[in-house]
């Protein structure tokens, strides 16, 4: 199976993806297959805080006409943000593609999460993640959510993490523990790894990130139908995906 991945959005997490899945398919002794095609984390920002589906769903339908055309088999979109387009995508997309919400949706109900504290950009706080986790109620920062989006975004464009922004986020998630009663809080910017990566909060994570990757190596191994492709059927009930 080869992977057609929409990366540079933005490039830490698209560096991060590719580590993972070389990491987990060498693991799971499965060959990998993978083509990376860079989007524009400007535009996708622009679009989302807009909410033009219509737009961002023709930006990243001709890269996967672009990833086709490399040969890919299944696709794979390396920003959260960038799912708030998925549905429309999913209907005109030349490849099937695998959702991270689906797979986040399906292990919260597995694992009996309930309530889920989210951290990550401007559109996917004030959305709740653009509405597309349905097994799960989500919570958001009580204290200045477009400040914590805002603080992410800064991550996610440069590559980098200050002191500072660290402490900002992870109180962030502390908060929403506290006060809003979360079971966990879902890592729902794929860039979060530059703050939370080898770090103990003093609260449970969820990487979105390692759940997304952790479904294309299972679906590689299990070599399905891919145009009746659903990512929940690759959230491993069996897999543990909490940092504490």
């Given at each position: 199976m080869h992977i057609g991945l929409i990366g540079g959005i933005g490039p830490a997490a698209t560096v991060a993806y590719y580590q993972r899945l070389v990491d987990v398919f060498g693991q799971a002794d499965v060959p990998l297959q993978l083509t990376i095609q860079h989007a524009d984390i400007t535009t996708l920002t622009e679009n989302a805080d807009r909410m033009d589906i219509d737009a961002q769903t023709d930006v990243f339908a001709a890269?996967?006409?672009?990833?086709?055309?490399?040969?890919?088999?299944?696709?794979?979109?390396?920003?959260?943000?960038?799912?708030?387009?998925?549905?429309?995508?999913?209907?005109?997309?030349?490849?099937?593609?695998?959702?991270?919400?689906?797979?986040?949706?399906?292990y919260c109900a597995q694992k009996g999460i309930a309530r889920l504290?989210?951290?990550?950009?401007?559109?996917?706080?004030?959305?709740?993640?653009?509405?597309?986790?349905?097994?799960?109620?989500?919570v958001v920062p009580d204290e200045d959510p477009e400040g914590v989006g805002r603080t992410y975004m800064?991550?996610?464009?440069?590559?980098?993490?200050?002191?500072?922004q660290a402490d900002l986020l992870i109180a962030a998630g502390a908060q929403m523990m506290r006060a809003q009663q979360a079971d966990a809080i879902l890592l729902a910017g794929t860039d979060l790894g530059l703050v939370f990566d080898g770090l103990d909060p003093g609260y449970p994570t969820?990487?979105?990130?390692?759940?997304?990757v952790d479904a294309f190596v299972e679906a590689a191994a299990d070599k399905p139908n891919l145009?009746?492709?659903?990512?929940?059927?690759?959230?491993?009930?069996?897999?543990?995906?909490f940092d504490r």
């Open positions: 890269h996967i006409k672009s990833l086709k055309g490399a040969g890919c088999d299944i696709i794979g979109i390396t920003a959260l943000t960038g799912h708030f387009c998925i549905p429309m995508l999913q209907a005109v997309s030349s490849l099937p593609i695998l959702s991270a919400t689906d797979a986040i949706d399906t504290g989210l951290l990550g950009s401007p559109s996917v706080l004030k959305s709740r993640l653009f509405g597309l986790l349905h097994e799960v109620k989500t800064e991550i996610a464009t440069k590559g980098a993490c200050t002191t500072h969820i990487d979105a990130l390692r759940l997304h145009m009746g492709l659903n990512a929940s059927a690759w959230a491993s009930p069996d897999t543990e995906y």
